[in-house]
């Protein structure tokens, strides 16, 4: 009898997977750091001090940061390095018009087929963005008023929307903190739980109206106020938040 062949994989491929989970987890983590406001827009990202946090090679965070420059979150500059970007008003105005647009659509369509178990899914998130709040959880807030809306398109079962708002998701908050909000995050809350109840009633109307009020509320009170971070605290595995 024939011996068994053991069936491994050649080490360049095990290399090259290696690499591409390194580059992902760094793509994830300063993602995460932008949308829950812990990595402010204007901050320098150095290759050097991300290698030593994620103990790899600066080769892996150049490609990391190339990826976070096309999806439009990372300024490359030459002789400069690589920056959180800042984004222009006119941008952040025509990111929410975008915004405005795609989710008033996917409200329309969710008050037709949303279903009961959704709708309680909604209220559970709502109740976890409350606990936040009072207990003044910022980052965890954040995230919990952001993900709302990806929430609701994902029970759409449309994978490419999700994905299309998500993208406009992380743009949307590293504008809020370029352009710092007066919008109370309680206020926020509020707004998403009148949304759930027009949903609730299916009244479409409403809950496109309000979504809409809801991102107008938003835009309207972005000022500009930048800050700046410690990349090395930020990108710590301590550093971020437990999330539910």
């Known amino acids: 009898m024939a011996d068994a062949v053991q069936e491994t994989r050649p080490p360049a491929a095990a ?14 983590a300063i993602t995460a750091a932008i949308v829950e406001r812990r990595l402010q ?7 050097q001090q991300i290698a030593d946090v994620f103990n790899v090679s600066r080769t892996l965070v150049r490609q990391a940061l190339n990826q976070l420059s096309r999806d439009r ?13 800042q984004p222009s008003v006119e941008e952040a ?15 329309r369509q969710l008050c037709a087929r949303i279903t009961p178990v959704q709708i309680a899914e909604l209220r559970a998130h ?12 910022v980052p965890g807030r954040t995230w919990l008023l952001s993900d709302f809306h990806l929430v609701l398109a994902r029970m759409l079962g449309n994978e490419v929307l999700a994905q299309l708002l998500a993208d406009l998701l992380s743009r949307s908050s590293l504008i809020s903190l370029m352009y710092q ?8 809350r509020e707004e998403h ?3 759930v109840d027009a949903l609730e009633r299916r009244d479409a109307r409403a809950a496109v109206r309000l979504t809409e009020a809801h991102l107008g509320n938003v835009e309207r009170n972005l000022r ?5 971070s410690d990349l090395q605290a930020v990108l710590r595995p301590h550093a971020a938040p437990l999330r539910p």
């Open 15 to 28: 290399a090259d997977g290696a690499e591409t989970s390194s580059t992902r987890r760094i793509v994830d």
């Open 41 to 47: 827009p204007g901050t320098k990202l150095v290759e």
């Open 224 to 228: 500009l106020h930048p800050r700046m």
């Open 193 to 195: 739980v009148a949304i």
């Open 181 to 188: 909000s007066s919008h109370s995050a309680e206020h926020s």
């Open 73 to 85: 979150l990372v300024t490359l500059e030459p002789a400069r390095g690589a920056f959180v970007a």
């Open 93 to 107: 105005r025509q990111v929410f018009e975008a915004r405005k647009l795609i989710e008033g659509a996917m409200i």
């Open 126 to 137: 709502l109740q976890a963005e409350q606990d936040a709040i009072e207990r003044t959880d």
